[in-house]
């Protein structure tokens, strides 16, 4: 059988079970089954978090993968845990060059942890009929645009497998010249439209903002609205995620944390590029432990009920779709599911990092633990997604 037709019949079976899945959750009952008592509580939670963020923050010479970054004396970090439906936050470090600490409110760029958005939205017009994953992308171009990659399907570009490369090829020099004031929705379009895969698809694992900010406009046009207008219509309003913004607000900018780059020194406002969806979002703590929780089947968030809709298509979005080339991981829709490095006594972690040219934040949940994770760093080389992953595996 055709890979895709594989893929795709495994995507329609997880709808199918994330629905009557949510549904059972969502059933009423006399107690919510998140706030479960959390053995040592907060002091619990924090000897985890201290005993792995203090070395690292401390450390500052190497990432995971071996990346050398020289420590900013200004670096600093924001954790954000929920457990069982208790949340607990953690600051470290300085969020500014004045010295203002790190809080939950304090806003981050959170990168690459925007495609899960975007997959979720995604995911949603799936299960609402709106767009077929193994079409021709074609059949969702923006008007005036053809695809010379007939070919290409949505769910290939979810998923990594369109070959896609990292960004698009003919940006100009310089990180602001590459707004999208400058390099423009027509200049992206155009480019994705004229993209040739050099394999057959779908093509082994290769990671692409490109390919999730072209999503994103496929998306838009087989339900008729804007990826902002329906982020915030169908995620950051009904989760109350109002710190989690493209554009922040004046007000916003004031809580907005400095960036660093890899030699420690200030680092310009992340831009927002014609392929947004794929990174621009800027969010603080409390947002993104709200939509973790979300993301893990909560029935409640923020005092909000979360639709039996919406959880469907998270886990949807999360569902793993393929082994990634470790041979442990698997990818799903932007997500990652990290099996343990080959280890079965850990549980599953759901993952995806981020980090732009003054952060580095992480994502991830652990439905065995019912715990979640969001971290925020205001250094980029400071990748974090390691030690969120680790966080969640030594919770008590």
Not at 72 to 100: M, N, Q
Not at 169 to 197: C, H, M
Not at 338 to 344: D, I, L
Not at 361 to 389: C, L, S
Request: hydrophobic share 40%; charged share 15%.
């Amino acid at each position: 059988m055709h890979r895709t037709a594989t893929r795709f019949g495994l995507i329609v079976t997880v709808a199918v079970l994330a629905a009557a899945k949510v549904a059972a959750q969502q059933a009423p009952s006399s107690a919510g089954p998140h706030l479960q008592p959390n053995a040592g509580g907060e002091a619990a939670v924090k000897r985890v978090v201290d005993g792995i963020m203090q070395p690292y923050l401390a450390q500052g010479q190497r990432n995971p993968r071996g990346r050398r970054w020289s420590r900013s004396p200004y670096l600093g970090a924001i954790v954000a845990v929920s457990l069982h439906g208790h949340r607990y936050f953690f600051p470290y470090g300085k969020a500014t060059d004045a010295g203002a600490p790190f809080t939950r409110d304090t806003l981050v760029e959170i990168g690459s942890c925007t495609k899960t958005f975007t997959t979720t939205l995604f995911a949603l017009a799936i299960n609402r009929n709106q767009i077929v994953p193994d079409a021709s992308a074609q059949k969702y171009m923006p008007e005036g645009y053809t695809l010379r990659a007939q070919q290409l399907t949505p769910l290939e570009l979810a998923d990594f497998t369109s070959g896609m490369p990292d960004d698009p090829t003919n940006l100009p020099r310089g990180l602001e010249r590459r707004s999208i004031e400058y390099y423009t929705v027509k200049d992206f379009l155009t480019w994705a439209s004229q993209y040739e895969p050099t394999t057959q698809l779908p093509a082994p694992y290769r990671y692409s903002n490109a390919g999730i900010g072209l999503l994103s406009y496929l998306v838009a046009t087989a339900t008729g609205k804007t990826w902002e207008d329906q982020v915030n219509s169908e995620i950051l309003q009904p989760l109350g995620m109002a710190d989690t913004t493209l554009r922040p607000t004046p007000e916003q900018q004031k809580r907005l944390a400095q960036g660093h780059n890899r030699a420690g020194q200030d680092a310009p406002r992340w831009p927002v590029f014609a392929w947004y969806a794929a990174g621009g979002l800027r969010s603080t703590a409390q947002d993104m432990i709200s939509f973790g929780e979300a993301n893990l089947g909560h029935e409640d968030v923020n005092g909000k009920p979360v639709s039996a809709e919406l959880i469907a298509a998270m886990q949807l979005a999360q569902k793993p779709i393929y082994a990634m080339p470790n041979g442990f991981n698997k990818q799903a829709m932007a997500w990652v599911n990290n099996m343990g490095e080959g280890n079965p006594n850990l549980h599953p972690v759901i993952v995806k990092n981020g980090g732009t040219s003054g952060f580095g934040t992480v994502i991830a949940i652990n439905p065995t633990k019912d715990a979640a994770i969001f971290i925020g760093m205001n250094q980029v080389g400071a990748n974090p997604a390691t030690k969120g992953v680790e966080i969640l595996r030594h919770l008590p």
